[in-house]
């Protein structure tokens, strides 16, 4: 008995980050992050998931653009004033590993995950941002993710082509509204993810 508790007591931890970013253009390298934040949404064992009380454990900056390339369209969906940011934005170098230093007081002894809905833009943003300026690197290592979009498609029963978020049904969609401000996105997709996680899909019992 006393084996086994201590073998529970082993068990990894996984501790799910919410991360939402807002940039100048499609791709980080010639175009910059602008802003990003990351959010607490709870943690796993592996048996019990254990949902955040509330959505007040963040980071959030803007940052100082790293290049002069940038696409007029990016600018006017994050409403962001690039000009402004590169007088007053925080440098990159700064801001990642103050970021990483954030999510590794946050996780302990655990694994930091990031989540995001879809995953593939932001984790290539911040991956990229965290390996190029962070002093510790990348606090997810390489692969240390979670695609929020396919968890849906498969607990819904449907393609990844007909998983987007405006087929998220009504009862795992958020109260609050898409705004494209970094950290109001990320608390909306976080609570997005708790629901997502603790849902027992379309075979199971509907939240």
């Not at 606090?139 to 607990?155: G, I, R, Y």
Request: charge should be negative; glycine fraction near 6%.
């Amino acid at each position: 008995m006393s084996a086994k508790k201590g073998k529970d007591s082993e068990r990894a931890v996984d501790v799910y980050f919410s991360a939402d970013v807002e940039t100048d253009g499609p791709i980080p390298g010639p175009f910059s992050i602008l802003s990003f934040a990351l959010v607490y949404a709870g943690a796993f064992d592996g048996k019990q998931f254990a949902p955040p009380r509330d959505y007040t454990r963040t980071f959030y900056r803007e940052l100082k653009p790293i290049s002069e390339n940038f696409q007029l369209e990016a600018l006017r969906v994050n409403g962001l004033d690039r000009d402004r940011l590169l007088r007053e934005g925080e440098a990159p170098e700064l801001a990642m590993t103050e970021a990483c230093r954030w999510i590794k007081g946050v996780t302990g002894d655990a694994k930091p995950v990031l989540v995001a809905y879809p995953l593939s833009f932001d984790w290539v943003w911040l991956y990229w941002y965290f390996v190029q300026f962070s002093e510790e690197g990348s606090p997810f290592n390489h692969s240390l993710c979670f695609d929020m979009k396919t968890a849906f498609a498969v607990k819904a029963g449907v393609p990844i082509s007909e998983a987007g978020r405006s087929k998220i049904l009504p009862s795992l969609r958020p109260q609050r509204k898409h705004t494209h401000h970094a950290l109001e996105d990320a608390v909306e997709q976080a609570e997005i993810f708790t629901k997502i996680f603790q849902w027992e899909g379309t075979h199971g019992r509907n939240p």
